[in-house]
């Protein structure tokens, strides 16, 4: 099967310079609706869908490949060496952010620079550093996806997204998270939940750009800290914003970042 097929590729836009988008856990390409066309004169954008979400094949779905991030990392490469032109900007929200990072470390000559829109490497606790969940918070919130993932989706999609105004991002994630398949969506969130990527920060080379919301529930302002002074050669841009997704929920000030970081 075709990597595009397989990840439901898709090319728009005009430029002469690849970014590729990359969602976060329980959604697909089109969370990127609302940043796409901002950047379809200047760039020539590639949209995708991880494994076992969107309009990916789910019978391509390897659960030994995807039990770490690095199976999904691979996938990046191997979509940009089939339809990339060049070296291209890697955007990639929340889990995505750390796929984009650890195909980075891969394969550096791939990339031009990493946009990460509410990144985190590690989600637990740990000494001093500040995830924002203990270990027992994330063992709960598995068992209970484990044993009512819909109920879960329900509860949960509308805290992650945020934008207490505007209530109908929090039906769509919840639709979009109740159209995953079930059994991929709780392999996917064990390893998303459980990944520490802290080792791996100070191995990326390339420019990034980190994105953080002022008010975030899943990666709360010491993440983006954290990540700013653990990367050599970062930006960090608070955007103010409630909830996780803010290229949803704040769009324009996630593109005027973008633009300014792109052409500084």
Known sequence: MS??????????GRGDVDMIFAHGYGCDQNMWRLLTGAFEDSHRIILY???GCGGS?????DRRKYDTLEGHARDVLEILGEVATGPAVFV??????MIGLLAGIAAPERFREHIMVGPSPCYINDGDYFGGFTRDDIDSLLDALDSNYLGWASAMAPT??????????GEELTNSFCRTDPEIAKHFARVTFLSDNRADLPRLTARSLIL??????????????????ALPNS??????????????????????AMREFLEA
């Open 49 to 51: 869908d991880l494994a």
């Open 212 to 229: 953080q919301c002022s008010d975030d529930v899943i990666a709360p302002p010491s993440v983006g800290e954290y990540l700013h002074k």
């Open 160 to 169: 992650i997204m945020g934008a207490p105004d505007r209530p109908e991002l």
């Open 235 to 256: 930006a960090l841009r608070v955007i103010d914003n409630i909830g996780h997704c803010p290229h949803l929920s704040a769009p324009g000030p996630i593109v005027q």
């Open 3 to 12: 990597v595009r097929k397989r990840h439901n590729v898709k090319v728009v």
């Open 57 to 61: 094949d789910l019978s391509a779905y």
């Open 92 to 97: 990639g929200h929340s889990v995505s952010a």
